[in-house]
């Protein structure tokens, strides 16, 4: 699987995450793996692993994108975007394999395919901020 094949299925679980309960997860992660086309068991472990990594962080990552953010506090942003935003930031500051403008453009793709109209333009703006107090 390519790593943009990955990171789309590791959005997709952070994106499913908010509508169930917490002690459900792992059945939902379960469910939702089983309908890819035979994964290895090697892309398997990166999605979950990295999946669980992204929400550890959640706490923190939400933080960074509620300072960089101007009206748009993570509470507010739909749940498209904020996931987006969630795994692109854990990229940008805890995976040193994944290069800064790699997890931003990646975002944006991803943003710009799942999300509203002006879904790749928030998500780059905010971003961009980010990356600017990144380095």
């Given at each position: 699987?390519?790593?943009?094949?990955?990171?789309?299925?590791?959005?997709?679980?952070?994106?499913?995450?908010?509508?169930?309960?917490?002690?459900?997860?792992?059945?939902?992660?379960?469910l939702?793996?089983?309908?890819?086309?035979?994964?290895?068991?090697?892309?398997?472990e990166?999605?979950?692993?990295?999946?669980?990594?992204?929400?550890?962080?959640?706490?923190?990552?939400?933080?960074?994108?509620?300072?960089?953010?101007?009206?748009?506090?993570?509470?507010?942003?739909?749940?498209?975007?904020?996931?987006?935003?969630?795994?692109?930031?854990?990229?940008?500051?805890?995976?040193?394999?994944?290069?800064?403008?790699?997890?931003?453009?990646?975002?944006?793709?991803?943003?710009k395919?799942?999300?509203?109209?002006?879904?790749?333009?928030?998500?780059?703006?905010?971003?961009?901020?980010?990356?600017?107090?990144?380095?």
């Open positions: 699987m390519r790593r943009s094949e990955i990171r789309e299925h590791i959005f997709k679980l952070l994106f499913l995450e908010g509508f169930h309960p917490v002690d459900e997860r792992e059945e939902q992660v379960h939702y793996l089983e309908t890819l086309d035979q994964p290895e068991q090697k892309d398997l990166y999605i979950t692993g990295k999946f669980e990594q992204v929400l550890a962080r959640r706490e923190e990552i939400d933080t960074l994108l509620n300072e960089a953010s101007e009206g748009w506090k993570t509470r507010r942003m739909n749940r498209v975007d904020l996931s987006v935003l969630r795994l692109a930031v854990y990229e940008m500051n805890y995976d040193p394999d994944v290069p800064l403008s790699v997890a931003i453009n990646e975002a944006v793709e991803l943003a395919r799942f999300g509203g109209e002006s879904s790749g333009s928030f998500v780059n703006g905010l971003l961009g901020r980010l990356a600017k107090n990144h380095e």
